[in-house]
């Protein structure tokens, strides 16, 4: 797919049904809505990806895999475009929310599975390199981006890129998808961070069972067990991931940020660890403008309007 205008890309992410209306304003003012500064773009989706969609709109961003006819899997072109989005994401005052999902009727197929053949027909692919290259960079900058990442999980989501939904901070899925860890299938093992996450999220015997088994786990299943955030019905998927988006673009994103370390640092620090870290980072929080602003709302019962600072 070649280069496209940004109103043939809008169509494609609604038509995917995730993004903002393009015509929505941000509600504002003390309904404890969003608060867009004046240089954060109301809309701004851009010309020059082919793999994936980009779009901002008050400060929600969203970045959708887009190569629908191959299930979305990740190429090196799409990991590099995932790049510059993040690029984008993480310049000040562009985005206080992400959202990364799917076209289609999957989220990811993970790896795409033809680079790894050579034209003479021969398997050769350092997935090692692959993973230190593009994979584990993703997980890593997605973990750092001070802000709430949402991965709305549209449909399949498998192998690595299974767990790279898991690697966002919160994972709302449609009933019809499924979490397949399908590295068995092919011979290898879970990666992209799925080592951890599904041991700690779910424990050693079920994280176990399906990296052996690679037998798909309903959406449904995984919020049961604590895999993810919320399944939702998929009707309702676009709708719940925007006004989940809308609430965080709205709230007090430095201490999401704050929260966010707090709580990964939390699954594998002791009690201690986590005590010392909980001063450091509430101290940091306690000098917040948002802070400031939320005691000043609760007192003067109304609701806060928060800037993010
Ligand atoms: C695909 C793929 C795909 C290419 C569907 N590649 N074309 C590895 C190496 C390096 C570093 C990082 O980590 C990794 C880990 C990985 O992520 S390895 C890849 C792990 N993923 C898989 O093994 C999943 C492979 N795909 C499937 O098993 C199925 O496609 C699932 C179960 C996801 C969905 O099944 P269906 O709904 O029946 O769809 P489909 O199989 O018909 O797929 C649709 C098309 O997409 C099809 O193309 P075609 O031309 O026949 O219509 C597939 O060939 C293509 N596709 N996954 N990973």
Redesign the pocket.
């Known amino acids: 797919m070649l280069l496209v205008g940004w109103r043939w890309e809008w169509d494609i992410v609604r038509s995917a049904g995730l993004a903002g209306s393009i015509s929505a304003g941000a509600e504002r003012g003390p309904a404890g809505a969003a608060m867009i500064q004046d240089n954060m773009p109301r809309q701004g989706p851009m010309m020059d990806f082919s793999t994936i969609l980009w779009d901002v709109t008050d400060g929600v961003a969203t970045i959708t895999l887009n190569r629908p006819?191959?299930?979305n899997?990740?190429t090196e072109t799409m990991h590099a475009e995932l790049r510059v989005a993040l690029d984008r994401v993480e310049t000040p005052g562009v985005a206080r929310v992400l959202i990364l999902t799917g076209a289609g009727?999957?989220f990811s197929?993970?790896?795409?599975?033809?680079?790894?053949m050579d034209t003479s027909g021969a398997i050769h692919?350092?997935?090692?390199s692959?993973?230190e290259k593009?994979?584990n960079v993703m997980l890593t900058r997605l973990r750092a981006l001070p802000m709430p990442v949402i991965a709305a999980v549209n449909?399949?989501a498998?192998?690595?890129?299974?767990?790279l939904a898991l690697g966002c901070d919160l994972v709302i899925a449609a009933r019809s998808a499924s979490f397949?860890q399908?590295?068995a299938?092919?011979g290898?093992i879970?990666?992209?961070g799925g080592t951890h996450s599904l041991v700690h999220r779910i424990g050693l015997q079920r994280a176990m069972g399906l990296a052996m088994l690679a037998e798909?786990l309903p959406a449904e299943t995984a919020a049961q067990w604590g895999l993810i955030w919320k399944c939702v019905d998929d009707d309702r998927l676009a709708d719940e991931v925007q006004t989940l988006a809308r609430k965080l673009a709205s709230g007090p994103t430095h201490a999401y940020a704050l929260m966010k370390r707090a709580i990964y640092a939390g699954a594998d620090n002791n009690f201690e660890q986590q005590l010392a870290l909980e001063v450091v980072l509430q101290r940091e929080a306690g000098m917040s403008a948002d802070f400031r602003e939320g005691v000043a709302a609760f007192l003067g019962k109304r609701p806060p309007v928060f800037t993010g600072k």
């Not at 692919?125 to 090692?128: H, L, R, T």
């Open positions: 006819e191959r299930l899997s990740f009727r999957g197929a993970g790896q795409d599975l033809s680079d790894a692919f350092d997935a090692g692959s993973l593009n994979y449909g399949v498998a192998g690595a890129a299974a767990n397949l399908a590295f299938r092919i290898l879970p990666d992209a798909p």
